[in-house]
């Protein structure tokens, strides 16, 4: 199995979070995320690392909107020219009830605009490792096009919560539904998305709502509990020509294999009836118990029976890295789920 990936998700370094109290601390959302997982591959001699192919905005444009893509790549240098004091650029005011989603002039109040929670910051080198990021997911569609079973895209940032104007959640660019984009593009009729980070993929679901040509499936801690909180329910099946083609599956806190593994088998039928061309998962490794975000309970070996189970369905797979934030076990936890989808 190849893998791309890209040393460029490096200079998305230095965030910084609020803690409960309002003080920064280090980001879980950090540059040794993808760098333990390439070091993994690197040592278990898990397949060949290509460098991401550049790719041109216009993909980009097929799923984000041209201002808010405008937005990423210019905010950084909007944020120092303001003269506004802090190492990460950050909202602290967002469009709310009765709120105008106003032009507004003032970079501030533009990343207010275009993000939903603060946890994504913007310091000098992200825009050119948020657009590694998204080649990294086209490149592994590239593979999948070009005739590879499987493929592993090592994106960081992840982008799962990213929607077409919005970013949060640690996300930017949508990178596994950019790389479903291409797919169809490519000439899929059908593709579908299984996303199984410990978060609900929000942003691909808002993307992808209203279509058919696109499954969008997600396993995910139950969100009356746990972030997104305002989507990711089970009675969200899509809208319009995109009715039944949206499905979620909000598991409870304690949720160990015993519970998820029937989850995922009936997730995994849903696909079979849907019949797509090629299967991308949203590969998100904070569903580990020993993961700092997680309230789940998956092993390391069980990862390696998630990717085996996954690969009953007999598709083509493209996995996109998303969340997983244990920097000491996410290289492992990784290759051990694509050898379980390598195996079987």
Same mark, same amino acid.
């Given at each position: 199995?190849?893998?791309?990936?890209?040393?460029?998700?490096?200079?998305?370094?230095?965030?910084?979070?609020?803690?409960?109290?309002?003080?920064?601390?280090?980001?879980?959302?950090?540059?040794?995320?993808?760098?333990?997982?390439?070091?993994?591959?690197?040592?278990?001699?898990?397949?060949?690392?290509?460098?991401?192919?550049?790719?041109?905005?216009?993909?980009?444009?097929?799923?984000?909107?041209?201002?808010?893509?405008?937005?990423?790549?210019?905010?950084?240098?909007?944020?120092?020219?303001?003269?506004?004091?802090?190492?990460?650029?950050?909202?602290?005011?967002?469009?709310?009830?009765?709120?105008?989603?106003?032009?507004?002039?003032?970079?501030?109040?533009?990343?207010?605009?275009?993000?939903?929670?603060?946890?994504?910051?913007?310091? !000098?080198?992200?825009?050119?490792?948020?657009?590694?990021?998204? #080649?990294? %997911? *086209?490149?592994?569609?590239? &593979?999948?096009? +070009? @005739?590879?079973?499987?493929?592993?895209?090592?994106?960081?940032?992840?982008?799962?919560?990213?929607? !077409?104007?919005?970013?949060?959640?640690?996300?930017?660019?949508? #990178?596994? %539904? *950019?790389?479903?984009?291409? &797919?169809?593009? +490519? @000439?899929?009729?059908?593709?579908?998305?299984?996303?199984?980070?410990?978060?609900?993929?929000?942003?691909?679901?808002?993307?992808?709502?209203?279509?058919?040509?696109?499954?969008?499936?997600?396993?995910?801690?139950?969100?009356?509990?746990?972030?997104?909180?305002?989507?990711?329910?089970?009675?969200?099946?899509?809208?319009?020509?995109?009715?039944?083609?949206?499905?979620?599956?909000?598991?409870?806190?304690?949720?160990?294999?015993?519970?998820?593994?029937?989850?995922?088998?009936?997730?995994?039928?849903?696909?079979?009836?849907?019949?797509?061309?090629?299967?991308?998962?949203?590969?998100?490794?904070?569903?580990?118990?020993?993961?700092?975000?997680?309230?789940?309970?998956?092993?390391?070996?069980?990862?390696?029976?998630?990717?085996?189970?996954?690969?009953?369905?007999?598709?083509?797979?493209?996995?996109?890295?998303?969340?997983?934030?244990?920097?000491?076990?996410?290289?492992?936890?990784?290759?051990?789920?694509?050898?379980?989808?390598?195996?079987?």
């Amino acid at each position: 199995m190849k893998t791309v990936y890209s040393e460029d998700h490096n200079l998305h370094s230095g965030l910084l979070d609020p803690r409960g109290d309002g003080s920064p601390r280090e980001s879980a959302e950090c540059p040794a995320r993808a760098n333990s997982v390439a070091r993994a591959i690197r040592e278990q001699d898990f397949g060949e690392i290509v460098a991401p192919q550049a790719f041109d905005e216009s993909k980009y444009l097929r799923l984000h909107a041209p201002d808010y893509l405008q937005f990423l790549k210019t905010v950084w240098d909007d944020w120092v020219k303001s003269g506004e004091v802090g190492p990460n650029a950050r909202p602290d005011t967002f469009v709310g009830a009765g709120m105008r989603h106003a032009d507004t002039e003032c970079v501030v109040g533009r990343l207010g605009r275009y993000s939903f929670d603060a946890t994504t910051p913007f310091v !000098e080198g992200s825009w050119q490792a948020i657009r590694a990021s998204a #080649n990294v %997911a *086209l490149t592994g569609a590239e &593979l999948i096009k +070009g @005739g590879h079973r499987h493929a592993f895209a090592a994106c960081r940032p992840p982008g799962h919560h990213a929607t !077409e104007t919005y970013c949060g959640g640690y996300c930017y660019l949508n #990178n596994n %539904a *950019l790389a479903a984009q291409s &797919l169809l593009d +490519g @000439g899929a009729s059908r593709v579908a998305i299984l996303d199984v980070d410990y978060h609900h993929g929000n942003g691909t679901q808002s993307i992808f709502y209203r279509r058919n040509d696109v499954l969008t499936i997600s396993l995910h801690a139950d969100p009356k509990l746990e972030y997104p909180f305002f989507l990711g329910y089970a009675d969200e099946p899509g809208e319009a020509e995109g009715h039944g083609f949206n499905v979620n599956f909000p598991l409870p806190f304690g949720t160990g294999w015993n519970t998820y593994e029937p989850a995922l088998r009936d997730a995994l039928a849903h696909i079979g009836r849907f019949a797509p061309d090629t299967l991308v998962v949203a590969l998100g490794l904070d569903t580990f118990a020993g993961d700092p975000t997680t309230h789940f309970n998956i092993s390391t070996d069980e990862f390696e029976r998630m990717g085996a189970t996954i690969a009953s369905l007999g598709l083509p797979t493209l996995v996109v890295l998303e969340g997983g934030y244990s920097v000491e076990w996410i290289g492992e936890n990784t290759v051990r789920f694509l050898s379980g989808l390598e195996s079987a």
